[in-house]
């Protein structure tokens, strides 16, 4: 099976994305949903929730697990990476993003906009500055000065979203307070750094005008899955192809069910409540 | 000691007045940062978490435990309350609110406005019930119809509160379009039922009106625990008298002491991070 962890609803929206893209084979996918949000936690507390979820979805079958949350991602993926070495295969959001990135990209001049947590984890950067080694090559873009990143944290965005005040002019306003500083620095290419983000995307696309290009970074995940599975037959022959899907979350199942659904856009039916312990 | 327990940081202001009120005791607190909010979770994951703390307290060697967080009062209370009988005291903060509510109210018009699962617990409409019957009898209010409570929900005041936004136009624009039912409502007392807001209590102020009392649950609380001391020697005569204070926390040390001296007011010594694990 393919594991999906998520630290709560987001991760849902690069569920569906993956179900478009390749159905035919298992998923099983947990949602943190009792300890959701994670982006304004310690990066300490996101290692513990992260490792402790996707222990759960190796435990449960999964031979490859998608961390769809770029906090989790940011803080927690380089730990689990090397905590589990070659033997279980753990991939984020974070290099797909930042590849995509650097192609669309014309002169470098990149924003990422995304939780606290993940703006502080500096892990942005520090893929910006070794991707850009293998990316940012062609002879046109490399007249051109290095990459560089403004990020930006937005920590009312997710509350706003999940609240379905999107369309308000309250949320108007404070993503326009957001994308000020982005807007000034005139970046070229934004990076929505939250799974929550792309339900703002048309907000996100027209405040920054025509020159700025958004990267969606759970559909970027996606898609970079389809082409890490071509590149790695020897994972993807481990996968079992039966169409199954099955959720867990942490919370109660009713609750989960509810907004869950809308995010992935179709009915559940295996969902199970499940108890991670914290043992940090 | 006394033991206080909060979801997150809004129970240090609960604390604050206690050590303004009570400075003689020796106070053990325990804030729940790693899973906080809990205003949008299951019932179920509520009485599960505030158990938790509440067990991690007396543990501890406290002799009461004061709920500080309007959220696990009315979620969870009354369970833990039936579990430990009469030999664990624990106290919430929904009794002191309503019960202040009733003795400010004239027209018995009450307005409650709180995190989403307070509001959906209907558990501040059942005290109000009950005691309406003990509060509402002096002659000219006898003479009113019957306290009703309008009860709203408001889930994106206290991440407004924590990003520290709360003079910023958005913060008053979505706190107006909150407060519009209750202003239609034309109560004359306001319940704030979560322990975040009394941080906004100007603005509440201001945008009911005179005519409108503004009820602080926490505040209140820390009042009501007061009369309870003299009203309960058996109890007092348990709790020692050393002027110690002790911290806990579910997240990070630096990550809790940061924010949570804001909210305190003054420096904490003994802080430490605790692990509660979650076995519903």
């Known amino acids: 099976m393919i594991g999906v962890f998520d630290s709560g609803f987001g991760g849902l929206t690069v569920l569906k994305e993956l179900l478009k893209l390749l159905p035919e084979y298992d998923y099983i996918f947990l949602g943190d949903q009792a300890r959701t949000p994670y982006g304004n936690r310690s990066q300490e507390a996101i290692i513990t929730f992260t490792e402790e979820g996707v222990n759960f979805l190796f435990e449960k079958g999964a031979k490859i697990v998608l961390i769809a949350c770029n906090t989790a991602s940011a803080d927690a993926l380089r730990a689990l990476q090397a905590k589990y070495g070659a033997t279980k295969k753990v991939l984020g959001t974070i290099i797909p993003a930042v590849e995509q990135a650097l192609q669309k990209s014309r002169y470098g001049r990149i924003g990422l906009i995304g939780t606290r947590s993940t703006v502080q984890s500096g892990n942005y950067e520090k893929e910006l500055e070794k991707l850009s080694a293998i990316h940012w090559q062609s002879q046109e873009k490399k007249a051109q000065k290095k990459p560089t990143l403004i990020a930006v944290p937005a920590p009312l965005l997710v509350p706003l979203i999940e609240e379905g005040w999107l369309r308000r002019p309250e949320a108007r306003m404070i993503l326009k ?46 898609e970079a899955f389809v082409n890490y599975l071509e590149r790695h037959p020897e994972i993807e022959k481990t996968l079992s192809h039966e169409g199954k899907r099955e959720f867990f979350t942490t919370d109660s199942v009713a609750h989960f069910q509810n907004l869950g659904e809308k995010f992935l856009g179709q009915k559940m039916k295996t969902v199970a409540q499940v108890s991670l312990s914290s043992t940090s």
């Open 177 to 222: 307070k957001y994308l000020m500083p982005l807007k000034h620095a005139n970046i070229d290419t934004l990076i929505l750094g939250c799974t929550h983000f792309p339900l703002l995307e048309k907000e996100f696309a027209r405040k920054m005008g025509k020159n700025c290009r958004i990267i969606n970074s759970g559909k970027v995940q996606a």
